[in-house]
């Protein structure tokens, strides 16, 4: 499939989204958040749902965290502009809470059909609510910063999926900022693999055996954040990151 014909039909999920009406958080949005992001990107960055700014905007990632996103973007020398972002709802669950079951169950139609038209290389997970539908029954103090196989019945069966909290934690939990920025210097690794298991030079495993510890480093201290009151508390608990030196890679 060609990116312009990516893009519409990444566009025709949209409008779909926008007139949803599977769940009960249809009722309390201004408006739905698709997603954004090229269709040509081999990264799709997938969060938990969307937030009071998000919701008034119908984009990703727009309010404080998001401004997070950018900048741990940028500390890989990445751009929004070269990768996908969206969540695992697309209305935002009334004052910031987590998504129900049901809900991400009614969603998760629209996910999977945008994974499969972009069928990525590497899926980075924002959050608890994310990383269970790529990697079932893991904790997210134990696999941040560590990516593994997709589970096969994610949407990106094709895929490597890299765990990470989602960055309106860091606002509540000033320790996981840290954590962020390091976390993040593995992502161009985890492409790496992708690509080359992708490219047959990686013999493929079975996902319980694929887990990699990724080596992080800051280069430098993350800015500081103010917390954010619109953005929803993430409960779990940090397990750490060692930092050791790595090089940083160009997504194209």
Known sequence: MRDAERQATLDAIGAEVAACTRCR?????TRAVPG??????????????PGFNEDRQGRPFVGQAGSLLDELLASVLWSRDEVFITNVVKCRPPGNRDPEPDEIAACAPHLTRQ??????????TLGRFSMARFSPGARIGQVHGTFR??????????ALTFAMYHPAAALHQGSLKQTLFADMQGVPRALTEARALRAGDRAPEEPSATIVTVPSPV?????????????????????????????QLGLF
Do not use: I
């Open 115 to 124: 994974l499969e038209v972009l069928d990525p290389a590497l899926v980075v």
């Open 149 to 158: 196989a997709a589970d096969a019945a994610s949407g990106a069966p094709n």
């Open 36 to 49: 954004e992001g090229t269709a040509a990107t081999e990264v799709v960055f997938v969060g938990e749902g």
């Open 219 to 247: 280069a430098a201290d993350p800015p500081a954040v103010t917390p954010d009151p619109e953005a929803a508390p993430d409960t779990t608990a940090d397990a750490g990151v060692e930092f050791n030196p790595t090089a």
């Open 25 to 29: 958080l249809h009722e309390g949005r």
